[in-house]
């Protein structure tokens, strides 16, 4: 069974099995592409558990998303409200060019300003204010 096989079924009210995967990254940490992978499943379900557990691993192992600046941004088009919250979240454990930074400063304006969801819109505030203070 593979890492996203782990993050199937179930609705969106739930995280399932997504601890779970988190502790298999944090062990093997070659395995972290797969969920970011996730993140653009066709299915909802894997897309916001992939997202969940990719921030997680990612909050307690920054150096995981070095190599995947570039998916971030690419997923911050997701329109899903649970992966944009996660996203958002991401973008402050980047290491930012000054180039970078301003597309994340655009990126996290166009959540706040479309977003419906006052998840996104917090955890989008509290990127901008942490990458100011970077």
């Known amino acids: 069974m593979n890492l996203l ?4 079924g179930g609705d ?3 995280i399932g099995r997504s601890d779970e995967v988190v502790e298999v990254i944090l062990e093997t940490p070659q395995l972290f592409g797969e969920v970011i ?3 653009f499943s066709d299915d909802s379900i894997v897309r916001m558990r992939s997202a969940d ?3 997680k691993a990612s909050r307690r192992k920054h150096e995981l998303l070095l190599p995947y600046k ?3 941004f690419d997923a911050s088009d997701i329109s899903q409200k649970e992966v944009q919250w996660h996203i958002a979240q991401m973008f402050s ?6 180039e970078e930074t301003k597309k994340v400063f655009d990126i996290l304006i166009r ?3 479309t977003s419906n969801s006052n998840i996104v819109k917090v955890n989008s505030l509290q990127t901008l204010t942490n990458l100011a203070l970077k």
């Open 5 to 8: 096989d782990k993050l199937k």
């Open 12 to 14: 969106l009210r739930s």
């Open 37 to 39: 992978e996730g993140i």
């Open 53 to 55: 557990a990719a921030e």
């Open 70 to 72: 570039i998916c971030l």
């Open 93 to 98: 454990y980047l290491n930012l060019t000054s």
């Open 111 to 113: 959540y706040i300003e």
